[in-house]
């Protein structure tokens, strides 16, 4: 083997070395620049349903109990109350909604 090619074959095999390991770098970083862009969006995510507003409904069944049933993000929460008193008695602000929703709608009636 010419002493010329021999220098260059070393040459070669250094600097495709030095790109394996250059490659082998951007690779990691990239990777760390996914987690933190997942991360990111996780948290954002869990922001944007924790803020989310809460939706209420009711149902009200023919021997006038009303079930109101509140969903928030993942959550949901349900009460169930003898009747409308009962209702604004435990909680005027619902009691507010549920009037309200009554008049505007109908909704609100009891089911047969």
Do not use: C
Request: no cysteine.
């Amino acid at each position: 083997m010419p002493k010329d090619l021999g220098k260059d074959l070393k040459e070669l095999q250094e600097n495709a070395e030095e790109m394996r390991k250059d490659a082998a770098k951007a690779q990691k970083e990239a990777q760390k620049a996914v987690q933190e862009g997942m991360r990111q969006y996780e948290a954002a995510r869990g922001e944007f349903f924790a803020q989310s507003k809460a939706r209420t409904s009711f149902d009200v069944s023919s021997d006038g109990k009303i079930r109101v049933t509140t969903r928030k993000g993942g959550e949901e929460l349900t009460q169930t109350f003898d009747n409308a008193e009962a209702l604004k008695k435990a909680n005027p602000d619902l009691y507010a909604k549920y009037q309200k929703l009554r008049e505007g709608s109908g909704k609100a009636e009891p089911r047969e």
